[in-house]
């Protein structure tokens, strides 16, 4: 079967500075697919491309086994990182614009109820807040019954509940079928919703595959986390010296993390020591961790 | 045509929206005619004038208060005593003169003519209403008033959309670049002629201007200007992003042409090199055909190359315009 979208050696060159160098990926039908990356990876490059916004300095992009063209407009909803709309319109207004460009559009009702939009139609587009906004930009994307939606960065700069109501919200899109493009700096975000990610750093794709398969392949391990008080020097000196299922991976002021592969081995030692475990803190590891340790750097660098 | 539409009625439900601007639009023309009007109501302060054709040898002459001025023409003297232009008009050779009847100064000059023995020449009346500046300015107002509102009002807020991003959101729906540019034509074509001929008739109740051609033809000069302006204001926003630069380039052409299209003074007799750029411009032919149709009774055949002019420069202007336009 064919694709829904298709990325070929996409390539994005200003001026010498390499945006986006030569990456591939396709995209299946019904897929939430996310991008992840620190600012500057490319990510808004690449999909700015896929939505035929930029236009590549080499490299195809294919809707349907086609180059993007009409009905790829017509079939696709974009929500922008940094979107403006025209002044002096309400919500309401504003959705009946975009209603108006395309040859269909769904129920307005219905995507009004789906969005929340009820209670802010009639307000200016411009005296919305943080989570409204978004809303209404999703509602914009949805206007025409898109098969493929692309959210770059939709929830950056919400609150934490506004951001788990945009969640439900894309779920739900989701779950009609429609294909969903989302950049995110929230690997939580990802973890969330999304079937496939790749994760961009200076242009290039650095890992790709499904949430849990990529934490298999890269982690086996768990953290073991604990105070630098409860410690001896001595001790500390000795981890620093992997040994054969744990080594140590962090050390803060306060803090030491210590990476295993057998918890109980690991609590041995630090019983042996005399440490309260009563301050001990052990985790899986996780996409941000993942992320780290792909590009080196954190997240919201 | 129904993403024309679309973008056409929420373009038209922000002008109407834009409150400041569209009562600036109005109120600023319109105190503009009304400072000029109480500016000059007193008249011509200083002297009588008498045209004369030809030499004037007569005791007439010496009269104090009057300034005589040479006719070459006497056909366009005869009209300019008309308009009130003149107050008499004398030509010594033919033994006559030409007054206006309803005209005061016409009547003090023609007494003041017979009391130095003027009783010799053959008197002729002439009537017409009065041509006061105001009727003058008014094309030129109006016209200028277009010049801005095409100028600022398109390429303005097309750079300000491109800037901020509007123009980008609506590049990926599938609107094309003509049916967005042609909206936004025609809602500001349909603005300005609104705010023309809401200034017109409010001026006219208040000034009573002369008006002595067809109303449709004002009209289609104004209809015909008004693209001609968008026009240029779109080839000056196809590819701007900073709205600096494109307030100054604006600057930079609109108040060259209000200054070097007759706007508030007639360019008659000017150097050749400014009438040569003068007639670059579309308020130029604008504001002349106007004026010709308003105080003339010109028809269109007699502005017809006034408005061939307006026809070419608005097809260069938006076919560069077109074809430039950038979304970002």
């Known amino acids: 079967m064919t694709p829904l979208l298709e990325v070929q050696s996409l390539k994005k060159n200003y001026h010498t500075n390499i945006a986006v160098d030569n990456i591939s990926f396709h995209i299946k039908k019904g897929q939430c697919f996310g991008m992840l990356g620190p600012n500057g990876a490319g990510k808004t490059t690449t999909i700015e491309m896929m939505e035929g916004i930029i236009q590549p300095t080499s490299g195809d992009v294919l809707y349907k086994g086609n180059p993007i063209g009409q009905l790829f407009r017509e079939q696709c909803g974009i929500q922008f990182q940094h979107t403006a709309l025209q002044d002096f319109l309400s919500v309401r207004e504003t959705l009946k614009l975009f209603a108006g460009l395309y040859p269909e559009s769904s129920d307005l009702d219905d995507l009004i109820e789906r969005c929340h939009l009820e209670s802010f139609l009639d307000r200016d587009n411009s005296k919305l807040s943080g989570g409204q906004r978004q809303r209404m930009l999703l509602a914009i994307a949805l206007i025409n019954n898109p098969e493929i939606v692309f959210l770059d960065e939709p929830t950056t700069g919400l609150d934490p509940q506004s951001r788990h109501n945009f969640w439900d919200l894309i779920k739900n899109v989701l779950s009609r079928g429609t294909t969903i493009i989302l950049s995110t700096h929230y690997m939580e975000e990802a973890a969330e919703l999304c079937d496939e990610i790749i994760i961009m750093d200076h242009g290039h794709i650095i890992a790709q595959g499904s949430p849990v398969n990529l934490l298999q392949q890269h982690f086996n391990e768990r953290l073991v986390r604990f105070p630098k008080k409860e410690l001896s020097p001595s001790f500390i000196e000795t981890l620093q010296t992997p040994s054969a299922f744990q080594h140590l991976l962090l050390q803060e002021d306060d803090w030491i993390e210590i990476s295993t592969t057998d918890v109980n081995k690991t609590i041995e030692c630090l019983l042996k020591e005399g440490v309260d475990l009563n301050f001990l803190q052990i985790r899986q590891r996780n996409l941000e961790d993942l992320f780290l340790d792909v590009t080196g750097k954190d997240l919201r660098q | ?328």
């Open chain 2, 1 to 328: 045509m129904k993403r024309f539409l679309a973008i056409l009625h929420a373009r038209n439900l922000e002008f109407i929206r834009d409150r400041a601007a569209l009562s600036w639009g109005l109120i600023f023309p319109t105190a503009l005619m009304m400072g000029f009007a109480l500016l000059f109501s007193n008249g011509d302060q200083e002297l009588y004038k008498v045209g004369v054709a030809g030499e004037l040898n007569h005791p007439f002459q010496d009269s104090r208060y009057i300034n005589f001025i040479p006719v070459d023409d006497v056909e366009k003297a005869i009209t300019k005593v008309e308009r009130h232009q003149l107050d008499l008009l004398i030509a010594p050779e033919e033994l006559r003169y030409w007054v206006n009847s309803s005209s005061p100064a016409g009547y003090v000059t023609e007494q003041l003519l017979k009391a130095s023995g003027g009783e010799t020449l053959k008197a002729s009346e002439v009537s017409g209403k009065e041509i006061r500046y105001i009727d003058w300015l008014i094309p030129g107002v109006l016209g200028m008033n277009m010049m801005f509102s095409a100028l600022f009002g398109i390429g303005f807020v097309i750079v300000r959309y491109r800037k901020n991003g509007v123009l980008k959101r609506l590049k990926g729906t599938p609107l094309s670049a003509t049916e967005f540019l042609m909206a936004q034509i025609v809602s500001r074509l349909i603005l300005i002629l609104f705010v023309s001929i809401t200034v017109y008739i409010g001026c006219h109740l208040i000034l009573e201007f002369s008006m002595y051609g067809s109303y449709v033809n004002l009209l289609f000069v104004f209809a015909l200007g008004s693209l001609a302006m968008i026009a240029l204001g779109l080839l000056v926003a196809s590819r701007l992003k900073s709205d600096e630069l494109a307030s100054g380039l604006t600057n930079a052409i609109s108040i060259p042409m209000m200054l070097l299209s007759g706007v508030w003074f007639s360019l008659e007799g000017s150097p050749q090199w400014i009438s040569f750029i003068s007639n670059l411009l579309p308020l130029t032919h604008v504001v002349d055909a106007s004026r010709a149709i308003m105080l003339d009774g010109a028809s269109l055949l007699d502005v017809s190359h006034h408005i061939f002019a307006l026809i070419l420069m608005m097809f260069i202007f938006l076919i560069i315009g077109v074809k430039m336009f950038r979304w970002e």
